[in-house]
């Protein structure tokens, strides 16, 4: 078979040799890098590759290959590229171990998030390059499974300060190109005069001029089209001209006309060899022992082998390697249904069950003729091999199969329920749409119909998010209710979650009407702690805020008072935290937020850590923990870059809010309030507008955070930033003038105050009410405020009390006990960061003639946020493995970064670290 690699690093593709070569040579120098080839098929991809490996002398190599009829095998690809370090997997830390072993079925358990099983492969390829560089090549990406793509398209994106390349060939053309967003670099045609060097050099034999330059136009500088379209020509017709007969071939598209040349060159050859190349191409994995057994079962000859390799058509070695995947797919596609069951059939015999049941039903499956219950059974076995896994759109694939093989129609009807559940949690909307189309032709018993109701509202829901599947998940709870009264609960929980989030801008039922449902349903079989956070938000959306704090401070305890499980801690917890935030409860909003966080990192779930992270760094907005805020911000950048995820980074708003610079924020708070709106979050538009509000009154612009306070503060019910946005209220109604407007805003927080009854909600309230009292009741007002808050963790509350405090002073004209609380509340903010704040009370104490200079916070040493973060971490004594674990990197970029720290920072040991670092740096990891 000819090797096009010699010719390729010589003719046109110095250039694309010259940075492949450079890739090897960081790898070598101790660096990472990562390159993604793109380009038409045959544009010289894979031999690109070829010479890269001939190249990588000292380097370990590792390869995987897609192959478009394996893209239902959940991590094939990974598995093909961490094969050779399999036994490695004992150097990984417990989650990463038994992550990445389930995925490959070598151990048992439940289905590990796709992330840390990312971070798995991560960990092992730097383990391997611990000796000698690693060389990753990967070829025909767009056929990876989907589990395998994520996977290690999460690894090019983390590869930093490892002796790894990898490199990454994918086609141009499919619907959705892998590896986006990572370095590419897509091949071109061939120059004219590149071309006739390359197609002189594969014609044996006399070319005319004419035909030459005729193959070179259409060959588009194709490699694979100028090494194949001559061999549909006679040697007359290279000799002397003419058309091979097929005048409108400039017509033909490049690709098909490949096809139609890979296919003529198959039907010359004999019956049996045409079967073996059939028998071959049916087999994606290239097992030559099984390919074999095949053979043995089909009655081929050794003469069948030995005609398809010297028509150049395919290797049989050590693996099965066709000359282009173009064959591959061409002998496929045109084989008769017949001979393509025959096949399969032959290869399901030779396949062992006990060792690869998934492989064999597969198979099978192929070879069905028609419904065939037990060819559907093996399938949905299959299913939940995969789900457990982690192959969720595998499992969607297998039992949409399965479903489809089902002879009796209410089995059927099951099975298609089963995949369409697959489908929405794998985000194959269409497939669900036609699964659930399927199951309604039923029949389907009672419990079959809720259950169609809710995938029906899931469904609606994660499409679009909108109005639409509120309904749709109500009437499923109400159906759901006679059979399962927990699953009722957990649906009227989602579509209370979906109010809630919709807030003022519900188009069709609200939080009330779905409360309303909630409280008439049937209670649980067993209370449980999310039925108790339900009913009191019910209690909540019915009644008011003053009757719901009771069950809901019960909620919330339950949840800070003990061990959760994961689904509790993964599902609710984030719930019981904005709870906590709404009864101004600090402890349990810090204890939960906390502790979400850590079981998040600790449980390896990648996909819930953004929620996560975002949730915790507003805690830091009331704490004046702003350095860790940033870190927290940044890693949140980070996990959203990395999982894709839609979620509106709400923490990341309120901390430039807070720290009052205003050409920040205020660009980040349109686009919020603009992508909110679109999306339907209600929610959004209140924590956007207490941000601007906050940062408003720290400028001194108080027309302008009344107006947006005013805002925010439209429905007190909602959860969190509303209640806030009343003390926003106060303070700009009062310094804008609008004292009318203050005092009504007061009235709603002292009411929402005095009905927590926590020291947070009475010293804020109290620390307004001053704003618009005189002599004495202002005065013992204001020291209450500064008691109360005093006693709480919400230190930027406290500080700004000591504000008011002194500006009140100040204006009664007793300077000098103004500046003690001015000096106070200018030390507070400015060490916390709180910028415009502090600007203000620095202009306060100027004006009772004291000098005070501008303060700032910068990150210590002029660190990187991810230096910054990772300091911290290993300031808290974390090891690298660890400090790797929960950024979501090797514990090699771990070691380099920390290698950098030291070098700016100049200390030489983790204990001087920790002295470098401010105190409020040293907290438990996630605070």
Known sequence: MPSPGSWLGLVGRRSECDALLELVAAARAGSSRVLVLRGEPGIGKTALLDFLVDRATGCRVTRAAGVESEMELAFAGVHQLCAPFQDRLGALPGPQQQALGTAFGLRPGPAPDHFLVGLAVLTLLSEAAGDRPLLCVVDDAQWLDQASAQALGFVARRLQADPVAMVVAARDGVAAPPFPGLPSRTLPGLRSADAAVLLDAAVTGSLDLRVRDRIVAESQGNPLALLELPRGLTAAELTFGGDGGDGDAAATPLLHRLEQGFLRRVQQLP?????????????????????????????????????????????LRDRVRFRHPLVRSTVYRSAAPDDRRAVHRALADATDAA??????????????????????????HSAGRALSSGGLTAAAA???????????????????????????????????????????????????????????????????????????????????????????????????????????????????????????????????????LLAGLAVLSTDGYAAAVAPL??????????????????????????????????????????????????????????????????VHLFTGDLVAATSLVQECRWTTDVTGSGLV??????????????????????????????????????????????????LGRYAEAREAAQEAAADPLELGPPKWALAELVEAGVRSGERAAAAAALEQLSALAGASGSDWALGVAASRAALLRDGTTA????????????????????????????????????????????????QALSAMGLE??????????????????????????????????IARLAAQGLTNPEIGAALYVSPRTVEWHLRKTFSKLGVRTRRELRRSLPAHDHHPIGR
Do not use: K
């Open 271 to 315: 019956a049996p060899s045409r079967l073996l190349l059939l028998l071959a191409a049916a087999e994606p994995v290239g097992d030559v022992p099984l390919l074999w057994r095949g053979v043995e079962r089909l009655g081929l000859g050794a003469d069948a082998v030995a005609a398809a390799e010297t028509a150049g058509l395919v290797e």
């Open 355 to 380: 060792l690869d049941p998934d492989r064999r039903a597969w198979h099978r499956a192929h070879a069905a003729v028609g419904p065939d219950e037990a060819v559907a059974a093996e399938l949905e």
């Open 398 to 532: 297998l039992l949409g199969w399965s479903a489809a093989l089902t002879p009796d129609p209410a089995t059927r009807a099951r099975r298609s329920l089963d995949a369409a559940g697959a489908d929405i949690a794998a985000g194959a909307f269409d497939a669900a749409t036609d699964a659930l189309a399927t199951a309604r032709v039923g029949p389907l018993a009672e419990a079959d119909l809720a259950r169609l109701e809710l995938l029906c509202a899931q469904l609606s829901f994660a499409e679009d998010r909108g109005n639409e599947a509120l309904p749709l998940l109500m009437a499923a709870a109400r159906r759901l209710e006679p059979i399962d009264a927990d699953l009722a609960r957990d649906t009227w929980l989602d579509a209370l979650t979906a109010a809630l989030f919709a807030g003022r801008l519900a188009a069709g039922p609200g939080a009330r009407q779905v409360a309303a449902g909630v409280r008439a349903a049937p209670p649980p079989s067993t209370p449980r702690r999310r039925d108790a």
């Open 553 to 618: 401070r019960r909620a919330v305890a339950a949840f800070a008072g003990g061990d959760l499980t994961r689904d509790e801690a993964l599902g609710s917890a984030w719930l019981a935290a904005a709870t906590a935030a709404s009864l101004w409860d600090d402890r349990d909003w810090d204890l939960l937020t906390r502790r979400h966080l850590q079981l998040a990192r600790e449980a390896g779930a990648l996909a819930a850590l953004p929620l996560a992270l975002d949730t915790r760094t507003v």
């Open 649 to 698: 980074r709400y923490g990341e708003v309120g901390l430039l809010a807070v720290r009052g610079r205003a050409d920040e924020a205020e660009p980040v708070i349109r686009r919020c309030l603009d992508d909110v709106v679109s999306r339907g979050e209600g929610v959004g538009v209140g924590m956007a507008q207490w941000a601007r509000a906050v940062l408003c009154n720290g």
């Open 779 to 826: 005065e013992e007002l204001h020291r209450e405020a500064v008691e109360r808050l005093g006693r709480t963790g919400v230190r930027v509350e406290l500080a700004r009390a000591q504000l008011l405090h002194g500006e009140w002073l100040r204006r009664e004209g007793r300077r000098v006990e103004a500046r003690a609380q001015l000096r106070t509340a200018h």
């Open 836 to 869: 415009a704040f502090a600007d203000r009370a620095r202009h306060e104490l100027l004006a009772t003639g004291e000098t005070v200079r501008r303060r700032t916070v910068d990150a210590p040493g002029a660190l990187t946020a991810q230096e910054a973060h």
